[in-house]
């Protein structure tokens, strides 16, 4: 059961930001990062990140707070905090990842909860524009879930994306899952026959569809491959495709459609130098693969996120390449045919990096994920505006 945080244990998290443009931490002494925000009425977001409670006082009890437990802040058009909640279910690990703004002004986040009784489960749950909790579900199996990505379904429903656990002892499956309107679970599908691997990414389509990116690893030597497929409203595959990834491990993390009728998949892979590239992947709407790319400098460079832009699609990451004196937070532009379009570094002398991207209606992106060079902690939760290059971007 989730619990809404309260009394002695609170930790107030403080914002620090530019006058001029969209450019706000958020933190204590602790650790926090953010993984998702969303644009609100009159410019406003909310942004779903976790903080790590001090160990000394965080397993009180299996109900009490501790480990890594989530947070929802929702700020105006300036970043000024207009509420802070925190959300958690027991002593350990406790993340929303992901989650979709509702007709009603509320919102639907998804991730993990770890029980000591239950083990890790599906978290789905639902607030109001206030934070307050209207409703949570852990929708699953018996054995360990973990949701990445959600979509609302024309039914009120919503399907999420992730994985199962030693459902055949073999690892890790590919996982959809179904709930209702207050995610209760309908069906539950995993694609075992693909290999073990993860559902990373969803978006949905027309007539009910929805297109899947991930990673599986199949045969004999185990290599990790980006995957992309085409399920119907019932979580049946009409077409699975695998591609070639490169020379290691290959990793599909997330997916937009840029405008041309195709699909473009974003994540990070080996190179054969041993460090990491930017990949990015294309295939049409009936599954053809039309291309495969990699981006990146002589040390590690990586893709969490992406969405459309006016020329293609905009990435989000983090870099370790020049010029970054650390890791830096990486946002790039590649054109559908391939074509690296711009490649934005933004940091301090500490680390940085980006876990979500999301386009704003009025223009520009919103961008969220951790610093360490600002703030008032380790690492604290970035959340910034930029414009159609990747520049900070004025009110």
Same mark, same amino acid.
């Not at 530019?18 to 602790?30: P, R, W």
């Not at 109900?63 to 300036?78: A, V």
């Not at 350990?92 to 770890?114: H, I, K, N, S, Y």
């Given at each position: 059961?989730?619990?809404?945080?309260?009394?002695?244990?609170?930790?107030?998290?403080?914002?620090?930001?530019?006058?001029?443009?969209?450019?706000?931490?958020?933190?204590?002494?602790? *650790?926090? *990062?953010?993984?998702?925000?969303?644009?609100?009425?009159?410019?406003?977001?909310?942004?779903?990140?976790?903080?790590?409670?001090?160990?000394?006082?965080?397993?009180?009890?299996?109900?009490?707070?501790?480990?890594?437990? +989530?947070?929802?802040i929702r700020c105006d058009s300036?970043?000024?905090?207009?509420?802070?909640?925190?959300?958690?279910?027991?002593?350990?690990?406790?993340?929303?990842? @992901?989650?979709?703004?509702?007709?009603?002004?509320?919102?639907?986040?998804?991730?993990?909860?770890?029980?000591?009784?239950?083990?890790?489960?599906?978290?789905?749950?639902?607030? =109001?524009? *206030?934070?307050?909790?209207?409703?949570?579900?852990?929708?699953?199996?018996d054995y360990d879930d973990w949701? !990445?990505?959600?979509?609302?379904?024309?039914?009120?429903?919503?399907?999420?994306?992730?994985?199962?656990?030693?459902?055949?002892?073999?690892?890790?499956?590919?996982?959809?899952?179904?709930?209702?309107?207050?995610?209760?679970?309908? /069906?539950?599908?995993?694609?075992?026959?693909?290999?073990?691997?993860?559902?990373?990414?969803?978006?949905?389509?027309?007539?009910?569809?929805?297109?899947?990116?991930? !990673?599986?690893?199949?045969?004999?030597?185990?290599?990790?491959?980006?995957?992309?497929?085409?399920?119907?409203?019932?979580?049946?595959?009409?077409?699975?495709?695998?591609?070639?990834?490169? @020379?290691?491990? +290959?990793?599909?993390?997330?997916?937009?459609?840029?405008? =041309?009728?195709?699909?473009?998949?974003?994540?990070?892979?080996?190179?054969?130098?041993?460090d990491y590239d930017v990949w990015?992947?294309? @295939?049409?709407?009936?599954?053809?693969?039309?291309?495969?790319?990699?981006?990146?400098?002589?040390?590690?460079?990586?893709?969490?996120?992406?969405?459309?832009?006016?020329?293609?699609?905009?990435?989000?990451?983090?870099?370790?390449?020049?010029?970054?004196?650390?890791?830096?937070?990486?946002?790039?532009?590649?054109?559908?045919?391939? =074509?690296?379009?711009? /490649?934005?570094?933004?940091?301090?002398?500490?680390?940085?990096?980006?876990?979500?991207?999301? /386009?704003?209606?009025?223009?520009?992106?919103?961008?969220?994920? !951790?610093?360490?060079?600002?703030?008032?902690?380790?690492?604290?939760?970035?959340?910034?505006?930029?414009? +159609?290059?990747?520049?900070?971007?004025?009110?």
């Amino acid at each position: 059961m989730m619990r809404v945080f309260s009394g002695s244990f609170v930790i107030l998290l403080l914002a620090h930001g530019s006058a001029l443009a969209l450019d706000v931490t958020f933190g204590s002494e602790l *650790q926090e *990062q953010g993984f998702v925000s969303f644009p609100t009425d009159n410019g406003g977001f909310l942004t779903c990140g976790m903080f790590v409670l001090d160990v000394s006082r965080s397993i009180v009890s299996s109900e009490g707070p501790g480990g890594l437990d +989530c947070m929802l802040i929702r700020c105006d058009s300036k970043g000024n905090v207009l509420w802070e909640k925190e959300y958690y279910s027991g002593p350990w690990l406790d993340l929303a990842v @992901a989650g979709v703004p509702c007709d009603d002004e509320g919102f639907v986040l998804a991730g993990v909860t770890t029980t000591m009784d239950e083990g890790q489960n599906n978290w789905l749950f639902k607030v =109001d524009p *206030q934070g307050e909790l209207v409703w949570e579900n852990n929708p699953g199996t018996d054995y360990d879930d973990w949701t !990445y990505d959600l979509a609302a379904t024309d039914d009120g429903g919503y399907l999420l994306a992730g994985y199962v656990d030693s459902l055949s002892g073999s690892g890790p499956v590919p996982c959809l899952l179904k709930t209702d309107g207050s995610g209760n679970e309908i /069906w539950n599908r995993q694609y075992s026959d693909y290999g073990s691997g993860m559902a990373e990414a969803i978006v949905g389509v027309e007539n009910g569809e929805f297109l899947v990116s991930g !990673y599986t690893e199949s045969g004999e030597k185990g290599i990790a491959v980006p995957f992309l497929m085409r399920t119907d409203e019932n979580g049946d595959v009409i077409w699975f495709e695998s591609f070639g990834g490169m @020379a290691g491990h +290959c990793y599909s993390l997330d997916l937009s459609l840029p405008g =041309d009728g195709s699909i473009m998949m974003t994540g990070y892979g080996e190179t054969e130098e041993g460090d990491y590239d930017v990949w990015v992947g294309k @295939a049409s709407a009936e599954g053809d693969i039309l291309g495969e790319w990699t981006f990146g400098g002589s040390r590690d460079d990586m893709a969490f996120s992406t969405c459309p832009c006016p020329r293609g699609i905009v990435i989000a990451g983090s870099t370790d390449s020049a010029p970054a004196e650390r890791t830096d937070l990486l946002l790039m532009a590649v054109s559908p045919s391939g =074509d690296e379009l711009w /490649w934005v570094n933004h940091g301090g002398p500490g680390n940085e990096g980006a876990e979500h991207i999301e /386009w704003i209606p009025s223009g520009g992106f919103l961008v969220s994920g !951790y610093t360490s060079s600002m703030g008032e902690g380790e690492t604290d939760i970035w959340v910034l505006k930029v414009d +159609c290059e990747g520049q900070p971007m004025g009110d």
